[in-house]
């Protein structure tokens, strides 16, 4: 689907993205108040709270943009415009734990605020712009707020706000591009060292093939990672560190595999790769756990079937 640059939008588009941006959060914060009210009451209704206020943005928004441009409000969604987070719609994020609403909320208000003040910056019209600056002030407060339902609910003691913006930003900059590139150069590469090696019971041969992989797909992966978002609105860092984080650890995932194949016995180097391949799977199961709020024995499962039937596939293209 094509998208838009955030540059390349009008004063109009932007007021107009705006006001779906406030319908969406809105919208979110019902469905988590919703959520939680039978277990966490005193949460839920400050999520009811946040959401009126969401509602109070958008009229704000609203008036001054008829006032503005007219009736007509043209619709601008998040993700017809690149660098926006993609965010797991509530209902899949059932039963609700506390902690997990908390980091939703805290990441949703965060990336609306970074959104607000480069709106804020970009506006030319002196009653857009003191609106937008006055938003992205609403909408840290509102970040704030969720940062505190962790510390009341969860924790004896205070956490500082900046330990939290710390580790979000750690595993949107470094954690996500990182597995990203384990997950794929660890299973992408898998068919051909295998094909490879049963194909030509040559650990010399299967070495140079995984090798050449591996690197192919650092490179691939770094450019697509590097090209996908520029960070501004995201807060995911410099485009060109995420590409080569991305770039590394696909590379480091398919080499896994391959360096065994520097042993000239076939049947050893291969028996040593299918347990290296076995240790890296349940590092991606355990990254996915501690960073991504997947339960282990999900992530686990989804990453072995597909890693074995890469696996499986490998062998068998080899060996036909």
């Avoid at 406030?22 to 939680?36: I, M, S």
């Amino acid at each position: 689907m094509a998208t838009r640059t955030f540059n390349s939008l009008t004063e109009q588009e932007i007021l107009a993205l705006t006001i779906t941006l406030e319908e969406d959060d809105a919208r979110t914060y019902a469905d988590l108040a919703e959520g939680l009210k039978g277990n966490y009451p005193a949460s839920a209704e400050v999520f009811a709270g946040m959401r009126l206020e969401e509602i109070g943005h958008r009229n704000r928004l609203h008036a001054l943009y008829t006032k503005r441009f007219g009736e007509h409000v043209p619709l601008l969604r998040r993700e017809d415009i690149r660098g926006f987070v993609k965010r797991k719609p509530v209902w899949m994020m059932k039963p609700l734990g506390l902690d997990t609403v908390r980091r939703q909320a805290a990441v949703m208000e965060m990336e609306t605020h970074r959104f607000y003040q480069q709106a804020a910056a970009k506006a030319q019209d002196p009653g857009i712009r003191e609106l937008l600056a006055e938003l992205a002030e609403d909408e840290r407060a509102h970040s704030l707020r969720a940062e505190e339902l962790e510390s009341q609910q969860l924790q004896p003691d205070v956490r500082l706000e900046e330990d939290h913006v710390r580790h979000r930003l750690f595993v949107m900059q470094v954690v996500q591009p990182g597995l990203a590139g384990l997950m794929d150069g660890s299973v992408s590469t898998l068919a051909p060292v295998f094909a490879a090696a049963f194909a030509t019971h040559s650990s010399h041969d299967a070495f140079l093939v995984g090798m050449a992989a591996s690197v192919g797909a650092g490179i691939s992966m770094g450019f697509a990672e590097a090209l996908s978002d520029d960070g501004n609105l995201t807060g995911r860092g410099q485009p060109w560190m995420r590409g080569v984080i991305c770039g590394l650890m696909t590379t480091l995932g398919g080499i896994g595999h391959t360096v065994p194949y520097l042993i000239p016995d076939f049947r050893t180097a291969t028996a040593v790769a299918v347990i290296i391949v076995a240790a890296e799977l349940a590092a991606i199961s355990y990254i996915r756990k501690k960073y991504m709020d997947t339960p282990f024995l999900a992530a686990a499962f989804q990453v072995i079937v597909g890693g074995l039937l890469v696996f499986l596939t490998g062998i068998l293209i080899g060996s036909s």
